[in-house]
């Protein structure tokens, strides 16, 4: 299903759901559209990775620096989320919603750093140079 076909199902099912955010098109459409956009670049993190220029056939983009299911990347986002949704017109919800985003965007960073540092190492080992080696990060521990 193409991300447009997708989000312009969304888009209308919400409003039809709920009318009254026909008053918000802007940010409806950007509830909508950016987890759209950003799950697919998430996934890419991972090992198993995706294909993020599907339909071209190239092998999944993976940057394998974060486990497939991490709850290290997702509780802070779930909880900022649920804190919104129950207090969506708190401006405290706002930033800490804004501050889980900051923090789960950090530990994705931080991933990446670990993983070219390994990366770096196993550039400068004898044995690993000589093999074929697959990095693979596991839950809760980086």
Known sequence: ?????????????????????????????????????THPLLDAFTTYGTQLLWPINIPPVNWSSIFIIDPLYTLPLLFGIIGLWL??????????????LLVSSLYLIQGQVQRLQ?????????????????????????
């Open 1 to 37: 299903m193409c991300i447009n076909c997708a989000q312009s199902t969304f888009y209308w099912l919400a409003l039809l759901i709920r009318p009254t955010l026909s008053e918000h098109k802007k940010s409806l459409f950007l509830v909508i559209f950016l987890p759209l956009i």
């Open 87 to 100: 207090n969506f017109r708190s401006p405290k919800w706002q930033k800490i919603n804004a501050f889980m």
């Open 118 to 142: 390994i990366n770096s190492q196993l550039e400068q080992d004898p044995i690993a140079q000589n093999g074929q080696v697959f990095i693979s990060p596991t839950p809760l521990i980086h």
